[in-house]
């Protein structure tokens, strides 16, 4: 059974960050120099298109400060660089980091449109619309563990889900940290809510300022 470790989705128009899909506060962000990644290895590349072809992703493996086949993404927002060379990877425990060293094994695509109702909020319905890759991602040397990256485009936002399929290399799966990065391009403007503790009332005063001057380890509200 395939194991689902967490998702993120980033809002192009309100640059909304979601690290875990489950609300938890982020600590530490992961902001990354766009000049870090180098371009693409041949063959070793996928782009997804929303439903109206003004977001694009673009995954890629790619060397990065030497290090071979590193599992990055660039998110376009009509034809406009927003995320460039920005790294994904995850630590596991009692086997290591899987950051490095990647091939793609395969790339599976659909397509879904689905309209739901919602009963509380500003509109009665909401659309669930969006073009989705699945990225089969194979360590190349022993023990060749593997992890699905599933990529979706929206027409508002970009999505990303880590996936681990049964296998024998991981038998037990503990998850020790992961390397998500967000490489914006510029210094974009953000709503930041700082907390001063994971018990928090999330009453504060947001502040606007630049991503760039946000602290290293400070803790946050989510969105971002």
Request: with cysteine.
């Amino acid at each position: 059974m395939p194991i689902v470790v967490f998702t993120c989705r980033l809002s192009l128009v309100l640059l909304a960050l979601c690290l875990f899909w489950n609300g938890a506060a982020l600590s530490g962000p992961r902001w990354q120099d766009p000049a870090s990644a180098g371009p693409a290895d041949p063959g070793s590349s996928a782009a997804i298109e929303s439903p109206s072809g003004e977001v694009q992703i673009l995954f890629g493996l790619r060397t990065v400060t030497g290090r071979p086949s590193v599992p990055s993404y660039d998110v376009s927002w009509r034809q406009r660089p927003v995320v460039r060379g920005a790294t994904l990877g995850l630590d596991l425990r009692g086997s290591g980091p899987l950051d490095a060293g990647l091939r793609i094994v395969s790339v599976e695509r659909r397509q879904h449109d689905e309209t739901y109702r919602v009963f509380p909020g500003k509109s009665s319905t909401a659309r669930d619309h969006y073009h989705e890759a699945t990225i089969a991602l194979e360590e190349r040397a022993v023990p060749h563990r593997r992890v699905d990256l599933i990529v979706r485009a929206y027409d508002d936002g970009v999505a990303f889900r880590y996936r681990f399929p049964g296998q024998p290399a991981l038998e037990v799966l503990e998850l020790a940290a992961e390397h998500s990065t967000f490489a914006f391009v510029g210094n974009p403007k953000a709503y930041v809510l700082p907390l001063g503790a994971f018990t928090t009332s999330y009453e504060q005063y947001y502040r606007v300022g630049g991503l760039e001057a946000l602290e290293v380890n400070a803790l946050l509200g989510l969105p971002l």
